[in-house]
């Protein structure tokens, strides 16, 4: 019986290994296989992904055949495309936007350009331009927004409706632009105080000189009253300058010269009127 027993374990045990290696065999086809698709099919995406690439950047449905603007005032969209390089017919996928962009700020009266892709032949371009808020002489009149930049020159046919600034050169600004912009927002900024007080209607800005130590001199109306408010306490200037307008109605006088800038007595208000100034003339 120990014999038989014997016989029978090795039998038994032989039968396990040839089950073994049969499962084992198996199991390698099934993963050779599974290795077998996976790479049939990074193949076969590889040679899609080179196909559906070559379609997208060949394919005429993707050809640029509008330009949507939006924003436009004063620039010229046929400009705007000539400056960003990006042509009708060119692809949609290979258009350099970042590079058009900065390319059609490069406009004098373009601030930002942004530049979108519509799906599958539009660009939309979206223009933020300067807004002139006032005139400077810097050799030749030049527009200036409301950050006090000098963007343009004034050609024949634009506007010059517009307050101008004076008391920076062309040299000064030149040799020192964000101190000219600082200067050119001061004056802005006091002139936009000049509005909220309510005071334009009554007498428009005409002008406004710059003096780094004087201050700003206003000049207001055709008749270019002379203003001398000097620095700080706009507010407060102004205030007391509706005032004096209310007077001068009252009195049915006319201002020439009008001085706020008094440094020992600020609340102080000096005034020559134009017919004294007449007098003395004769």
């Known amino acids: ?34 290795l077998l698709a996976l790479g049939a099919l990074a193949v076969g995406a590889a040679w899609g992904t080179r196909h559906l690439k070559a379609w997208l950047f060949t394919s005429p449905t993707f050809a640029i055949e509008q330009f949507a603007f939006e924003g436009i005032e004063h620039a010229e969209e046929a400009e705007l495309i000539r400056l960003g390089g990006i042509r009708p017919g060119d692809n949609i996928f290979e258009a350099d936007l970042a590079l058009a962009e900065r390319a059609m700020a490069a406009h004098p009266w373009v601030e930002q350009a942004t530049i979108d892709r519509v799906y599958p032949r539009k660009l939309k371009v979206q223009i933020v331009e300067h807004q002139p808020a006032a005139l400077t002489d810097l050799g030749g009149l030049y527009y200036v927004n409301p950050s006090g930049k000098a963007f343009k020159r004034l050609v024949p046919g634009e506007s010059a409706d517009l307050p101008i600034l004076r008391g920076v050169g062309r040299e000064e600004y030149s040799a ?45 109306g055709d008749d270019a009253v002379a203003v001398k408010l000097g620095q700080g306490e706009l507010e407060k200037k102004f205030t007391r300058l509706g005032q004096l307008f209310d007077e001068l109605s009252r009195r049915g006088a006319r201002a020439e010269v009008i001085r706020l800038d008094n440094r020992t007595r600020p609340g102080w208000v000096a005034v020559q009127l134009a017919e004294a100034a007449q007098r003395r003339g004769q």
């Open 176 to 220: 020192a632009p964000e101190d000219g912009e600082a200067l050119f927002k001061e004056a802005l900024d006091a002139m936009a105080l000049y509005r909220e007080a309510g005071l334009e209607p009554r007498a428009e800005v005409s002008e406004i000189g710059i003096d780094k130590l004087e201050g700003l001199t206003f000049f207001l």
């Open 1 to 34: 019986m120990v014999v038989r027993g014997r016989k029978n374990r090795r039998r038994i045990d032989q039968t396990a290994v040839r089950a073994a290696a049969v499962g084992f065999a198996a199991r390698a086809a099934r993963f050779l296989g599974v």
